[in-house]
């Protein structure tokens, strides 16, 4: 959410924003926003005049008493009544016109960085720079499902069963990587400096509606029936929640947190088939990474994020991309945002396994997380978060990339120690000779 000051001062820059970010259905809020916050602020001028006034003339009641004169006070008790039938109008309109200010500041996006390409959608994403060598190997490589199958890792048909689409049971060697890939994740980050959290998995909406859109809501989470809780799409939500209202010493920041959580997604809409099996699902888990910093330390920040996922992947010989994303690929609240991508030997293209996002101060400015600063004054602070993994979409780029021709699959040295040493996962069938590995 950006300033209301600012959009007040400078509607054409906030015009163009939402025309560079296609969402010209929002160009007329401007307008409207302005023009309710004048009515709103004339609003509050005048009760505010009125209760001063109020407050004034009432202490002439007393004096006027005291002397005997009773129609001089009589007079001014009639006054007072009119202030108030007059101030009973305005406060109730006061709360009203502050609401639908609220409620249009909440739909129009956050101003994007002056270097986000310019860009209707995803498909308009540029490439930063490739991590690693990406190989094709000369072997097939099956679907990450039969891989996990050939391991007796899964079981999506029961899981359909219990659960519906978009859930799975994980198994063996297959559970046991999925936990390891998690460990590692945590371990990764806390050497990075970071302090391990696990935080709620279930936020209030005041919480929601401060780190993301409407839009976002409505197409991610799942609310608890007759709550006001709703499950944690992503542990950024509750992570950033934590500093509701809270004003932070200059001297404290940065705050750098690396949490674990589950996460749950709606996941709205059809997917084609290589967002089947376990890459688009309801429920998953991650270890995230997130920031409240000095505003002119988020660049800093940003870049150390998403290098730290590159870090992480290249550590277990993934190759990786960074791609920037353009802005009509940007959630409203984020003024820059970059995907990691893993190489996919499978597909012979890279896929998302992660987003690194500056969001400015606009979290700050609704969850009211301020910075106390050295000279006194008091200003918002910038939020980051980054996936740092979140398997089991890893484990599609783990498997495929670590797959060999016999149908084993090699643990990187990483790994192994999170692993019992496992060196290698062999699994029961062998589909190249057809043997049983039992």
């Not at 929601?208 to 976002?216: K, L, Y």
């Not at 012979?348 to 600063?373: H, P, T, W």
Request: glycine share 6%; aromatic share 8%.
């Amino acid at each position: 959410m950006i300033d209301i000051k600012f959009l007040r001062e400078n509607p054409d820059i906030v015009k163009k924003n939402i025309q560079n970010k296609f969402q010209d259905e929002k160009l007329p809020l401007v307008d409207e926003v302005i023009e309710l916050d004048k009515k709103a602020r004339e609003t509050q001028q005048e009760a505010d005049e009125l209760r001063a006034k109020k407050n004034k003339v009432s202490k002439e009641i007393g004096a006027l008493m005291a002397k005997g004169q009773k129609d001089e006070a009589q007079k001014v008790k009639d006054e007072i009544a009119q202030i108030s039938a007059r101030i009973d109008v305005l406060e109730p309109l006061e709360a009203e016109l502050e609401e639908k200010v609220k409620n249009i500041m909440m739909v129009i996006p956050n101003i994007i960085d002056p270097s986000v390409p310019i860009g209707k959608d995803d498909s308009m994403n540029v490439e930063i720079e490739k991590f690693g060598d990406p190989f094709v190997p000369d072997f097939e490589i099956p679907y990450h499902t039969e891989i996990m199958e050939k391991l007796n890792g899964i079981d999506l048909d029961s899981a359909r069963k219990v659960a519906g689409n978009g859930f799975y049971y994980l198994m063996g060697d297959i559970a046991r990587l999925h936990s390891a890939v998690l460990s590692y994740a945590r371990d990764f980050m806390i050497d990075r400096g970071f302090t391990y959290c696990i935080p709620p998995y279930m936020i209030r909406s005041e919480v929601v509606t401060g780190v993301m859109s409407f839009a976002e809501m409505d197409a991610m989470m799942y609310k608890i029936e007759g709550e006001d809780l709703y499950l944690i799409g992503t542990s950024e939500h509750s992570m950033i929640g934590k500093f509701i209202d809270t004003m932070n010493d200059e001297e404290s920041l940065p705050k750098t947190l690396t949490s674990y959580s589950p996460c749950f997604r709606k996941e709205k809409g059809a997917h084609g088939i290589e967002e089947r099996g376990v890459y688009r699902i309801h429920q998953f888990e991650k270890q995230e990474m997130i920031v409240v910093c000095k505003p002119e330390e988020s660049k800093m920040w940003y870049d150390k994020l998403w290098q730290n996922t590159v870090d992480l992947f290249r550590s277990l010989d993934i190759p990786v991309r960074t791609l920037e994303c353009c802005s009509g690929d940007l959630a409203d609240l984020k003024v820059k945002s970059c995907d990691v991508e893993a190489w996919s030997p499978r597909q012979k293209k890279y896929f998302e396994v992660g987003s690194c996002s500056n969001l400015g101060d606009a979290q700050a400015r609704r969850l009211k997380i301020r910075i106390k600063g050295e000279d006194g004054k008091n200003h918002l602070a910038f939020t980051l978060n980054n996936t740092c993994v979140a398997p089991p979409r890893m484990l599609i780029a783990f498997l495929e990339n670590h797959l060999q021709k016999d149908g084993t699959v090699t643990v990187p040295k990483a790994l192994q120690p999170y692993m019992g040493g496992k060196e290698v996962l062999v699994p029961k069938y062998n589909s190249i000779n057809g043997k049983d590995q039992a």
